[in-house]
């Protein structure tokens, strides 16, 4: 119970659901805020004042949303397994013991380290779509709702599509590892 609830987490529940939560909060805020700025004519008074607006404003998000997605990553993975454990032990009657050891052999150095490639990447998507989107904001607030809108709609679409290729490269040949560890 331990191994499959540690290589589900890993491999694609803590990297996807943790990017999901990002995209509509963070995502959504980097839309609606860029978006606000450019209906406001505020991007381009940053253009007069020779402030490059892209690195002012898009390129510190995407550092932050591509370096902190792998940190909470990483905490729900922790968070996960803490309350696998204390479902399996109270409500179950299984051990720590058995859970832990379940979870230790069944899992591997490369799956943790592809939990944070994943989430590396989709904050990096998260944040470029944000905002792009926000970027290309028009038409005042409704502009604004439309563009925050389509800017979730956009990065959930890209991390559900990119989560699929990333594990067809990254797990491509272990689609058997749960049965191997019984």
């Given amino acids: 119970m331990g191994g499959v609830l540690a290589l589900t987490l890993a491999r694609e529940l803590a990297p996807v659901l943790t990017a999901v939560i990002l995209a509509g909060r963070v995502g959504s ?17 940053l253009q007069i004042l020779k402030t490059d607006p ?5 390129i510190p998000r995407v550092v932050a949303c591509a370096l902190m997605l792998p ?8 968070t996960g397994m803490s309350g696998g454990l204390l479902i399996a032990t ?3 009657g299984i051990s720590q013991t058995v ?8 899992l591997t150095i490369w799956d943790l380290i592809s939990a944070i490639i994943k989430a590396f990447i ?16 028009t038409g005042g607030a409704k502009g604004v709702g439309q563009s925050t809108t389509t800017a979730v709609v956009t ?17 491509q040949g272990t689609g058997s590892a749960v049965l191997g560890g019984v």
Avoid at 101 to 106: G, K, P
């Fill in 71 to 78: 940190v909470l990553t990483l905490l729900s993975f922790f």
């Fill in 54 to 58: 892209i690195d002012y404003l898009v």
């Fill in 155 to 171: 990065a959930l679409l890209a991390i559900f599509i990119s989560n699929f290729f990333l594990s067809w490269l990254m797990f």
């Fill in 122 to 137: 989709f904050g990096l998507l998260i944040a470029v779509i944000g905002t792009s989107w926000g970027l290309t904001t």
């Fill in 29 to 45: 805020a980097f839309a609606a805020e860029i978006g606000t700025m450019k209906v406001t004519e505020q991007i381009d008074a």
């Fill in 99 to 106: 859970f832990m050891t379940s979870a230790q052999n069944f």
């Fill in 90 to 92: 109270n409500l179950y």
